[in-house]
């Protein structure tokens, strides 16, 4: 496949709202859109094909592509977007993937995020993470709260990327962006370098090892914002999460310290809205409140954060994934079918939106989408 037919297809995916792109060996390239995975109307794909895109992929990355088994970068066409690219092998053959990063960075607001994240992004210090599953829209937070700190603050902004996804450019903060592979080895010698070039603001992509988090958690110590992810689903999980990386004997001064650093854990979910035009994020919020502060110090009571979080909602804006389910059903975003899908406990939401014996769930529409370029996989 040459470089202009190629670019077409990923124009003609960015336009037709996908998130993702897949090129794989025996298949038609792919669209995810709407979190569907639907066939593009094209020859299926051969080998030959699969290693010609992935060489224009890769063009100046001076990689031998024989030697690869899996290979992160970034791609861009010119007026039409920026793609996050994994390069993998699979049965010998490449196969690629690339995640369709908007040219606008979105706000806050447009995300339909809660007010109460932008507040923690005007946080001057601590450990701010955002945690989800795989396409969840964690970048897309993050880049949302780094711009926010953009417009309002003259602050020197340091990202650690794998790779440079958004691009941003200097408002009343200074911007440096670096790139694991290209500007640098690894998030640890990144992060590490760091705190000699007088950031007041540090992104750090994943928190990935022991290592990582440390550093992270020494950063904030030492009066810095750090903003992070981590793949996992909810506030109690994360600090398991993070805890469980260390070795036995220092997991309580782990918990000790992010106790101290912690401003607060937003996770997300995206979830099909009700009708059927795109997807809307679901939040869990915390926020380190005195007593969340002593639940993370207890590893005995941290499984109790939902309860902490709930009771917080009025007094701190802190919301667990089922009371903004709750909201969200109620504005007619999503339906009784997802919300109770996506529920901590479904039997327990619904008892607690107290509806009556005649409510049922929306009848699903056809979800068919009326695409030329595409179809049902």
């Known amino acids: 496949m040459q470089q202009k037919p190629m670019d077409q297809l990923l124009a003609h995916g960015v336009a ?3 998130s993702d792109i897949h090129f794989k060996v025996g298949d038609r390239p792919g669209y995810r859109i709407d979190g569907v995975l639907r066939g593009v109307k094209h020859d299926v794909l051969t080998a030959a094909d699969t290693r010609r895109i992935a060489e224009r992929l890769v063009e100046g990355d ?17 007026g039409v977007a920026r793609f996050r690219v994994n390069i993998y092998r699979q049965r010998g053959s490449l196969c690629c993937i690339l995640r369709i990063i908007p040219r606008e960075i979105p706000t806050l607001e447009s995300l339909g995020l809660p007010p109460r994240i932008g507040q923690l992004a005007d946080e001057e210090r601590g450990l701010l993470l955002v945690t989800g599953a795989t396409g969840s829209g964690k970048s897309s937070t993050l880049a949302a709260m780094i711009d926010r700190i953009n417009r309002s603050r003259a602050a020197h902004i340091l990202t650690i990327e794998d790779p440079i996804e958004f691009l941003y450019s200097n408002q009343k903060s200074s911007i440096s962006q670096r790139e694991v592979g290209c500007d640098t080895r690894n998030f640890t010698q990144a992060l590490r370098a ?12 994943e928190m ?22 981590v793949h996992t689903t909810d506030a109690a999980k994360t600090i398991g999460r993070l805890v469980g990386t260390f070795p036995a004997e220092e997991q309580h001064s782990v918990r000790l310290r992010l106790a101290d650093n912690l401003r ?18 679901a939040a869990e919020v915390m926020v380190a409140t005195k007593t969340v502060q002593e639940y993370l110090k207890d590893a005995s009571r941290t499984g109790g954060l939902k309860d902490v979080i709930e009771q917080g909602m009025d007094q701190y804006g802190m919301q667990s994934f089922d009371q903004h389910l709750t909201l969200l059903l109620k504005a007619g975003s999503i339906s009784l079918e997802v919300a109770k899908s996506a529920a901590s406990n479904p039997a327990d ?24 370029l595409v179809e049902e996989a």
């Open 16 to 18: 037709n709202g996908a």
């Open 62 to 78: 001076e990689l031998d592509l024989d030697a690869v088994q899996e290979h992160d970068t970034s791609y861009s066409v010119e």
């Open 194 to 205: 760091a705190l000699r070039q007088d950031p007041d603001v540090i992104l750090v992509g």
């Open 208 to 229: 990935r090892d022991a290592e990582t988090i440390d550093i992270a958690l020494k950063a904030a110590e030492t009066g810095h914002l750090v903003l992070s992810t």
């Open 264 to 281: 607060g854990v937003v996770s997300q979910r995206l979830l099909p809205r009700r009708d059927q035009k795109g997807r809307v994020v």
């Open 349 to 372: 939401f619904e008892r607690a939106l107290n509806f009556g014996d005649d409510a049922v769930p929306l009848e699903s529409e056809d979800d068919a989408l009326e695409l030329d």
